[in-house]
């Protein structure tokens, strides 16, 4: 057993090493011309500012929930969480720090050759993917060490990935949405000058946004959905397997590891002239190697290949729900090109097929889970014995984030690459480096728009696999839709996403307007601004988003937390358990919808600025850049932060079990 | 016993009565000068021919489904439901020939006075809302007296409703928009002519629109939640109380009609000074004469005051929805300010800002109907006997309902006042006359808004009760969300509004281009039509919104009846519960969003176009009519389909429950 834990947590350094040596190799490259450096140093200098602000309110926030838990829960949680929160931040500064150092390296790379520009900013995506997977399970190894069998500790450990989640996520959400509306409505809109031009004084929160969004955020919410899924599981499997049910998840998470650095290998290394082929070789090798691995785990540890067809099916669900993301978002496919067409009618046509297509995009994705949960609850013999099924369930989702390495690593190589096209940009290198930066970033998109959905689909499955463990916590043998009060639950838990997603959209909106008020303002007041002789105040935009992300996002941040408890507390286990399945369902349509609706709005533009319904400066593109302007926060702020709210809720109430098992139902036991 | 069936019976032939001297009265009204029965006639005609049609679609699918009825369930069963049908169909016919000849005659009264024009109006209202609640407490007298205690009967007598109601509601809400949306584009927006233009060649089938969708859509989705209700609160009291549980309903029904007439004939004869003042006269008569009236009955039928606390709390929360509904949608308040505001920065704002509030507005009437869900419950006793309980939501949901004859006549009302504006203008009367019919409309617009809230509310009440009866009839105890197969069946039940919406959204915009392309041909081949010379073609808009009406409902329809069958047959009742549970929450929660949000839009263009920032003409002004183009489908579409979708769902799950109770979960004994 203590075997198990120890090879956990050193597969876990091994790959924190190797992401070590990719970085200092990274470091290694040239870093271009004085100006490109230039440029680098106030991005890289930037997203420090965000991280500063962004610490200073996450160590009273850890603080204050570190001595709420000593109180309600146990010193062993408290411990947990505030490892939990520091690995997840520890990961998200590593992987960002490094991501802004292979953007100008990217960028320099470009004016040699693809392949060698493909290979940075993917070891840069790498470093990313490395730190989550490494750091998730060193903290969880770490803690199953110490603590040996009392799993319920481990919770803390995945509350404190998902309080840092709240804040990379919808903090970063509204940062990057913020920068980016405000510096396209006035410069582009406005004062007529491209984007990533360096007169415009949020060109460069701009570019903090994508690492602060993109890579950060993006990361810290996997890192979250990977210790979830896999606490989840080593809980659950104490329980129906003892010894054996716990070290299968964490034995199968180290083939996971593995295969993704042999991926990352592969990815990194392909040549260059097809850089989305050598990102697909690289994941499906990945996959390739966990289904024998876990062929073969399945029969040893566990004696039976059950686990392996519940593993499978996650790892196959995650894929697809990615792949079928592509239909809906590019431009090779019906969805987007009918926008396109729609547009041409104006905007109102443009966002009715882009709701449309949004909506309409649900379908598959929620039939794939469907059959995810289904086949892993009954392959695992869930009839007989329904527990077992649900860890089955929990199984689906450690297969699903098992590849998480490099599933995170080609998708933080999208931001790094649209960095390093800006940075070109701004520098004024040639034409035939933006080409390649432009091939790398195209293919960017695409990995951006499958990892929407990879997420989306592992917080699904993580949420339900958290779910069943919040049942077992509390005891609760039925969370019945006949009884008003589970009823009551889910129609509140349906309710809550749409809050959220209308909170963080106003967010956006006012943050935006803020960014907007400050351009202009500088465009106004700083002499020789258009002339290039005077220089703008970037900082003052990084921190008006800084300062507008910290802010907006502390209202449904509470929310998620405080919401929970209060329904339990007041109503009991049963409507809290309601709570969380009405959370995740709208939870996961409104996230599918959303970024899907978004990303079909950028392409269908893209694909009108490609020359389609009359081009650029054309009607068609008016409306087609409405339609993108909407999809902005839908798709980069309030669709992922679906995600993290499904996640946070069902932590928050399993980590609350054992205080809502006892005191619970306030309400009812007054009426009783 | 046969007694309150012949009393209830008889004062649904009193309100049918009454109805048809109101007809005649208004018949008997002056019809105006020769061009204003010109234009009256095409609109009758109009909407007779889309009744034509459809009706010969809804013989097919009535005999189609008459025939599965008897081989499936029973003889007693499929003629109910064709009852029911037919007279759905007798209340939308009789509703829509009077309101299209109302509205000619108010637009003459109008140039006397607005009390007159008011009263007249009002009366062809009233029509439609006592033909709805008269014609279903006939049935269902007339079925408990020949059926006596065999009320699964009855149920098909719902489907029938049910049915008509998908007709009505979802091609209606095709037709309308699809007239509107295609005027507007080319008559508005290319030929720069004014709204009600007789010039346009779609204009009358607009106005035809306002008919179909607003007068017999509506009337016939409160005819199918209202007999709905009743149904399934006798229902589930015979099994609580037997005679007395089923009796108390119906009588409770009964005081509802009585108090719906005296509302009536206050709102009919207030001084026309104050329109919105007297109807809301006559509707708050009408409720406190249902809540002294039920707590008489109450003590004298069932012997306690629980069900009068039962069934007032879910008048209470269908008037609160709807009050709430004002204060997203009005231009009073901040949301529709704050959507004018941000239009100044453009369409992409506006957008942003109306699905925020959209979203954000689903907050307050969930946590209504949450309220009126939890204390119908546990007022009834629902803690110690659960179905005793589940009769008490049911309760709630008569109670909400039972002033259906004075909400149907308010909400009638306001597109008989729009056409009557639309007819004077079309018909050049004096600018005091279109003042009048302004006045009215205006009006109008904030019961419409009332209206769709008090829809959802009431659709909402009666699909859980639908929901409760179902459980009861395929005699589950327990619909259990840690079973992954209620869990699956709340996930894909959650997806379907969401994919329903979708398809109601494109089938407007598939239509509107039609209609498009008509009217633009009719302007470039008739001669002289510019110059009103030459006569448009009213004829060929009207059967093109019309066509294309009846083919796009179709795949929603089918949708909407197979997959409860398919999904209960395939994984057993279990499942189909969970989908009609996550169905209903999805639904309502889209249900509302899109309502509110379509209304805030609609309002805060008028806003704009009052003279705030910039009045008409400015470049918010044009932001605020794509937001009002998007809110179209939303609120008169897609958004009222839901109500449809929710109830039908439930009623096909509680017709077809005696097949699925016998043969339902086919996959899942292959299995075991």
Redesign the interface.
């Known amino acids: 057993m203590e075997t198990v834990f120890f090879v956990t947590g050193f597969i876990g350094v091994i790959a924190v090493g190797i992401a070590f040596l990719l970085a200092k190799k990274i470091a290694g490259y040239d870093s271009g011309n004085e100006r490109m450096r230039e440029i680098s140093e106030y991005i890289h200098k930037g997203a420090l500012a965000f991280l500063k602000s962004e610490y200073k309110y996450l160590s009273v926030f850890i603080s204050a929930v570190f001595f709420i838990l000593i109180f309600a829960i146990s010193l062993k949680t408290a411990m947990a969480f505030v490892l939990g929160a520091v690995f997840s931040i520890l990961a998200g500064f590593f992987g960002m720090t490094v991501a802004t150092k292979a953007n100008v390296r990217t960028a320099e790379a470009a004016r040699h050759s693809q392949s060698r520009a493909l290979k940075i900013a993917f070891s840069g995506g790498a470093v990313m993917g490395l730190s989550v997977v490494g750091l998730g399970v060193i903290g969880i190894g770490f803690l199953l060490s110490i603590f040996s069998d009392d799993t319920s500790s481990l919770t803390g450990f995945a509350l404190g990935a998902s309080s840092i989640a709240l804040f990379a996520r919808v903090g970063g959400g509204i940062f990057t949405k913020a920068a980016d509306v405000g510096a396209d409505?006035v410069g582009k809109v406005e004062a007529h000058i491209p984007e990533d031009d360096p007169r415009n004084p949020a060109v460069i929160a701009d570019n903090v946004g994508d690492n602060v969004g993109d890579v950060a955020g993006m990361g810290a919410d996997l890192f979250e959905s990977y210790v979830g899924s896999i606490i989840s599981s080593v809980t659950l499997g104490y329980i129906v397997l003892d010894k054996f049910g716990a070290v299968f998840p964490l034995l199968l998470t180290s083939i996971g590891i593995i295969a993704s650095i042999a991926g990352i290998y592969i990815a990194a290394n392909g040549r260059g002239n097809n850089p989305q082929k050598s990102l697909n070789m690289g994941t499906y090798t990945a996959g390739i190697i966990v289904i024998i691995g876990t062929l073969v785990l399945s029969y040893l540890v566990l004696d039976s290949i059950s686990a392996f067809f519940a593993v499978t099916v996650g790892l196959l669900v995650g894929i697809l729900i990615g792949r079928i993301t592509e239909v809906y978002t590019s431009a090779d496919f019906r969805s987007v090109k009918n926008i396109a067409l729609?547009s041409v009618?104006?905007?109102?046509?443009n966002?009715?097929?882009g709701?449309?297509?949004?909506?309409?995009s649900?379908?598959i994705p929620?039939?794939l889970?469907?059959t995810g949960?289904?086949v892993s609850?009954?392959v695992m013999g869930?009839?007989d014995d329904?527990t077992m099924?649900?860890y089955g369930?929990s199984l689906a989702a450690v297969g699903m984030l098992s590849t998480t390495g490099i599933t995170v690593a080609v998708d933080a190589y999208g931001p790094i690459a649209d960095n390093a096209g800006g940075i070109a940009q701004m520098a004024d290198l040639p034409p035939e480096v933006r080409e390649i930066t432009d091939r790398l970033d195209s293919v960017g998109n695409t990995t951006a728009a499958i990892g929407k959905g990879f997420a989306i689909g592992s917080a699904a499955l993580t949420a339900?696999s958290l779910f069943?463990s919040y049942?077992e916590s509390v005891e609760?043998?039925?969370?019945?839709?006949?009884?008003?009060?589970?009823?009551?639950g889910?129609?509140?838990g349906?309710?809550l996403p749409?809050?959220f997603?209308?909170?963080t959209?106003?967010s956006?909106?006012k943050a935006a307007?803020e960014m907007?008020t400050e351009v202009r303002r500088q465009f106004r007041e700083i002499e020789g601004i258009m002339e290039g002789t005077g220089k703008p105040d970037y900082d003052r935009c990084v921190a008006i988003s800084t300062k507008a992300a910290l802010r907006e996002m502390i209202l449904p941040g509470v929310l998620a937390v405080v919401i929970p408890v209060v329904v339990g507390l007041l109503f009991g286990p049963e409507t809290l358990?309601?709570l969380i399945?009405?959370a995740v369902?709208?939870g996961?349509?409104l996230a599918i919808?959303m970024s899907n609706a978004g990303g079909a709005w950028d392409n269908a533009k893209k694909y009108i600025e490609s020359g389609e319904h009359g081009g650029k400066g054309s009607d068609a593109h008016t409306a087609g850049?409405?339609?993108d302007?909407?999809g902005d926060?839908f798709k980069d702020t309030s669709g992922p932060s679906m995600n993290i709210l499904i996640k946070l809720m069902s932590i928050v109430s399993l980590v609350f079990a054992p205080v809502i098992l006892e005191y619970g139902g306030i309400i009812i036991k007054l009426?009783?």
Not at 478 to 487: A, E, Q
């Open positions: 409505l729609e009618s104006g905007s109102a046509t966002i009715i097929s709701l449309g297509v949004g909506m309409f649900t379908m929620t039939l889970i469907v949960v289904l609850y009954f869930g009839v329904p099924g649900l369930i339900l069943a049942a609760l043998t039925s969370i019945n839709l006949l009884n008003p009060l589970s009823l009551v889910l129609l509140i349906g309710m749409f809050l997603a209308a909170l959209m106003n956006v909106g307007n907007v358990g309601g399945a009405g369902v709208t996961v349509l919808m850049v409405v339609g302007t909407v926060p009426f009783n």
